[in-house]
Antibody, heavy 113, light 107 residues
Framework: QVQLQQSGTELVKPASSVKISCKASGYTFTSNYMHWIRQQPGNGLEWIGWIYPGNGNTKYNQKFDGKATLTADKSSSTAYMQLSSLTSEDSAVYFC??????WGQGTLVTVSS | DIQMTQSPSFLSASVGDRVTINCKASQNINRYLNWYQQKLGEAPKLLIYNANSLQTGIPSRFSGSGSGTDFTLTISSLQPEDVATYFCLQHNSWPYTFGAGTKLELK
């Protein structure tokens, strides 16, 4: 069965970076788009972007250009999202998702000094 | 970006009630509209895709309708396990955008 296992909770300092992982299993990793979504406190959901692991192609929501960088490691079937120049506004739960139905459990990122 | 206006924001209903949640898109999105259910501390779960197709494993009391700009999620007979927040999502145009959510509680 399709499973997406995300890395654990992160507590990071302002202006730093963080890299979240999403390990996929149960399907052909290289043949499916991996999407990333942000959920800020109070529910609001935003689509960050996607990566196609087969060729590394990416597409970003313009809002997250320069904030998020998506990569994928075919050898380990793992997708990554790096978030840079973190501020308190980036504190949120981040999900990976294989469109449209399979989601990871979410990774909580808290930005605080 | 396409704006998704979801209503109501909050809904209180009794077991057995028929419940409807609405989503209105700021422009035509054809039938590229999904509905998700999210329980506290969990990832969203896909209920309905492409406006009216029931996702495998989802109870038949859930249904979706609409096209263009106006869409509806209906729960025909509310069950206690349906307490959750429900979101619509348009995937007609990039970036995909969500409604703000409807929090459904038991009366």
């Amino acid at each position: 069965q399709v499973q997406l296992q995300q890395s654990g909770t992160e507590l990071v300092k302002p202006a730093s970076s963080v890299k979240i992982s999403c390990k996929a299993s149960g399907y052909t990793f290289t043949s499916n788009y991996m999407h990333w979504i942000r959920q800020q406190p109070g529910n609001g959901l935003e689509w960050i972007g996607w990566i196609y692991p087969g060729n590394g192609n990416t597409k970003y929501n313009q809002k997250f250009d320069g904030k998020a960088t998506l990569t994928a490691d075919k050898s380990s079937s793992t997708a990554y999202m790096q978030l840079s120049s973190l501020t308190s506004e980036d504190s949120a739960v981040y999900f990976c998702a294989r469109w449209p139905a399979y989601w990871g459990q979410g990774t909580l990122v808290t930005v605080s000094s | 970006d396409i704006q998704m206006t979801q209503s109501p924001s909050f809904l209180s209903a009794s077991v057995g009630d028929r419940v409807t949640i609405n989503c209105k898109a700021s422009q035509n999105i054809n039938r590229y509209l999904n509905w998700y259910q999210q329980k506290l501390g969990e990832a969203p779960k896909l209920l309905i895709y492409n406006a009216n197709s029931l996702q495998t494993g989802i109870p038949s009391r859930f249904s979706g309708s609409g096209s263009g700009t106006d869409f509806t999620l209906t729960i025909s007979s509310l069950q206690p396990e349906d307490v959750a927040t429900y979101f619509c999502l348009q995937h007609n145009s990039w970036p995909y955008t969500f409604g703000a959510g409807t929090k459904l509680e038991l009366k």
